[in-house]
């Protein structure tokens, strides 16, 4: 057994370098055939290079789950450099965490892109599209899979850098550039703190390689003000990644690119990279107790910010991209609260139903003639109940739906590790984690009123829009796929008072498989009651009622639709733009004036120079004569005098 | 015994000397350049002389013999600038009109 195992263990060596290859070397393909291969052909080396990355990872996984619990597969693949007192390669690894990720990122990837080759057919840049989206996945795949803190970051400027392609794609109009810019300035921003932690630590503890960074600071190598510090950079290089406060401002603005883009962005590649990121450092935010606080109190708020926006959007796209910063608020909140296991169950959940809520809104907006107006959609559900299916399933599992949906899983135990939470910030004075998952509850109520809202009033009701077409079967597969996962995905785990199966649990951390019993029961139950509640507060004010309060958001939505309208925490983002820019403004007057003025000195004295010089040799013969005579006469006086 | 002494030779030879100077200096006439010139090699010649007859050695009189030679070569190449600037076209004794740097002007 042991050498089979070892044999097993050789051959996911090999296999883990071709899981990033493949999506890279199709990236290059797509690339090179841009122009000589039908969209048909670049659609199938696109999904062909993913899909083979999908049945990699499953066999990697395979071979991973035969080793210990513990375990994991390491493969270095060259030094990257060496220096006195610091050394990085380039090495993947891969254990329970990152093979986690890698299934995700490779098999809904792999969903996206069969959907995307039937949704792009009849584009003119779909080489270009593909080849982004191919290398989106590969970057991701070297983030997810570096066991270096180093490569994570190289990996995290290549989604950063397909994120813009991506967004930017039809970049004819000008909004879309500027919405792929913002995106990737907001995403920098957080590279350079991230860019700060890793500084810190490499300065603390001579190396990046994330088990030694994790080992030195349990062994307290690290100053707690540097683990502080070091967290809290982390921290904010994971929000700008993730959309959270105060950097939530890109995440709506990326709906500009394709919606394939945007589901690869939001289900499984770019912003599950923040919460990933400090899932797989929790041993050191474990250690910054302050900094727990501050990240479940951000996921908190962002909770209840993206729900009330979405709830007061009119555009069905932003409406998902809001809940997707909603949901992250979710995996934020867990994470703050030591829950990281949750935060990666919720991560994949999410993965689901979130590419399967974008990708059948994508198709409901094909075929209804690019309409993105929920108001004036209407009534869908007569002519496309497959899409209706569809959406509902991703909303029902978005909302959390007890006991039939994905959602409702990662939620509870989400909400089941906030309710267990204790921060210790001082001694002896601690906040419970108890007012978050009052939070949280209510973020999930409001998560069921603003998805069903868009439900009823887009699939119900009269139907008064025409829709064209037909969905292709490419599309079509994709969608039922995502269905099945976002219905059965959660299944694997049960909320924590209730008795088995805990597999994903057991899965990720068998260390953390310790009997609650002494929990009580009816804060799931209280979980489970949130989402019919919205979902029926739904129903009374959107589903049943008429038209007027249909097409306004009523009296007490107002508050809500001028908070979207204005975007206050946009605002607040806008007023520090400006005042960064004016202060640059001044700086950069300040800079030229100074400049200016030694220029004009400078050029003015050289002309009095050069003037002087010019009445030195002007040609006049007796000029030249006089300037030997006067110096002949100063030098005889030197001499003499002296 | 000397109708001069050696300080009042020098006296002399300083006041030619400024006036060739000055002459140099302050006339634009090519030719009145060359003779004030010419002053101002007399006025170091008769310094030689002097100081030749104040130590009673032979050599400041050869000196002046070379200066002689020396001011009539330069008289005479002096002579024939001016003669080529009359050949080139610049039919002008004026020194301050040469200093356009730009050798000679065809046509």
Known sequence: ?642 | MDPFSFNDTLLLATILFSVGLAGVLVRRNMVFMLMSLDIMLNATALVFVGAGARWHDATGQVMFLMILALAAVETAVGLAIILCLHARGRPTLDADGGNLLRGAEHG
């Not at chain 1, 060596?13 to 199709?26: D, G, K, Q, R």
């Not at chain 1, 499953?58 to 991973?64: E, F, G, K, R």
């Not at chain 1, 993947?92 to 093979?99: A, C, E, G, P």
């Open chain 1, 1 to 642: 057994m042991a050498a089979t195992f070892c044999g097993g263990r050789n051959m996911g060596e090999i296999l883990l370098p071709l899981l990033v290859l493949c999506p890279l070397a199709a990236s290059l393909i797509a690339f090179a055939c841009a122009g000589r291969v039908g969209a048909g052909g670049i659609g199938a080396i696109a999904c062909a290079g993913v899909g083979i990355s999908a049945v990699l990872g499953v066999v990697v996984s395979a071979i991973l789950l035969r080793g210990p619990a513990t375990g994991a597969l390491q493969v270095m693949l060259w030094p990257w450099m060496r220096v006195a007192g610091f050394s990085a390669d380039i090495a993947f690894m891969l254990d329970r965490i990152s093979m986690l990720m890698i299934l995700v990122v490779t098999i809904v990837g792999l969903l996206i892109h069969v959907y995307a080759a039937g949704y792009m057919r009849d584009d003119p840049g779909i080489a270009r599209f593909f080849g982004c989206m191919t290398l989106f996945v590969a970057a991701m795949l070297v983030l997810v899979l570096s066991p270096d803190l180093l490569c994570l970051f190289g990996g995290g400027g290549g989604v950063g850098l397909c994120s813009y392609l991506l967004i930017g794609f039809w970049y004819d109009d000008p909004a879309n550039t500027a919405a792929a810019r913002k995106a990737f300035y907001m995403t920098r921003m957080g590279d350079v703190a991230l860019l700060c932690a890793m500084l810190l630590l490499a300065g603390a503890t001579g190396s990046l390689r994330i088990g030694t960074v994790l080992a030195a600071v349990a062994n307290g190598q690290v100053s707690p003000t540097g683990v502080n510090m070091a967290a809290f950079f982390i921290l904010v290089g994971a929000l700008a990644k993730s959309a959270q406060i105060p950097f939530q401002a890109w995440l709506p603005d990326a709906m500009a690119g394709p919606t394939p883009t945007s589901a690869l962005i939001h289900a499984a590649t770019m912003v599950t990279a923040g919460v990933y990121l400090i899932a797989r450092l929790h041993g050191l935010f474990a250690m910054a107790v302050p900094v727990m606080a501050l990240m479940a109190v951000l996921g908190a708020l962002t909770l209840l910010m993206g729900a009330c926006v979405a709830l007061a959007q009119s555009d069905l796209k932003r409406i998902l991209a809001w809940s997707t910063i909603s949901q992250l608020g979710y995996m934020f909140l867990a994470l703050g609260c030591g829950a990281w296991q949750a935060a990666l169950f919720h991560l994949m959940t999410h993965a689901f139903f979130k590419a399967l809520l974008f990708l059948s809104a994508g198709a409901v907006i094909m075929r209804a003639r690019h309409e993105q107006d929920i108001f004036r959609l209407g009534g869908l559900r007569h002519a496309m109940p497959g899409l209706t299916a569809a959406f509902v399933t991703g909303a029902s599992a978005l909302a959390g739906l007890p006991l039939v949906t994905a959602g409702f899983y990662s939620k509870e135990m989400i909400l089941s590790g906030v309710w267990r939470a204790h921060f210790d910030l001082t001694h002896g004075w601690g906040a419970g984690g108890h007012p978050l998952w009052g939070i949280g509850l209510l973020g999930a109520f409001l998560t069921a009123l603003y998805i069903f809202r868009c439900i009823f009033i887009v699939f119900c009701g009269k139907a008064d829009t025409v829709a064209t077409g037909r969905t292709s079967r490419l599309m079509s597969i994709p969608l039922g796929c995502l269905c099945v996962l976002s219905v059965c995905g959660g299944m694997i785990e049960m909320p924590a008072p209730l008795p088995r199966p805990h597999l994903f649990s057991a899965f990720i951390d068998p260390a953390s498989l310790l009997p609650h019993v002494d929990e009580p029961f009816w804060p799931v139950l209280a979980g489970a009651a949130a989402p019919l509640a919205g979902v029926w507060a739904a129903w009374v004010v959107w589903g049943r009622s008429a038209s007027v309060m249909r097409d306004m958001p009523g009296r007490p939505m107002r508050l809500l639709a001028w908070l979207a309208q204005h975007a206050i925490p946009g605002r607040a983002i806008m007023g520090t733009g400006r005042m960064t820019q004016a202060t640059s403004t001044l700086i950069f007057r300040a800079r030229t004036g100074f400049l200016d003025m030694l220029g004009v000195w400078a050029g003015r004295s050289a002309g009095w120079a050069g003037r002087l010089l010019e009445r030195l040799h002007d040609g006049r013969m007796r000029r030249y004569a006089a300037w030997i005579a006067g110096g002949l006469c100063a030098g005889l006086a030197l001499a003499v005098l002296s």
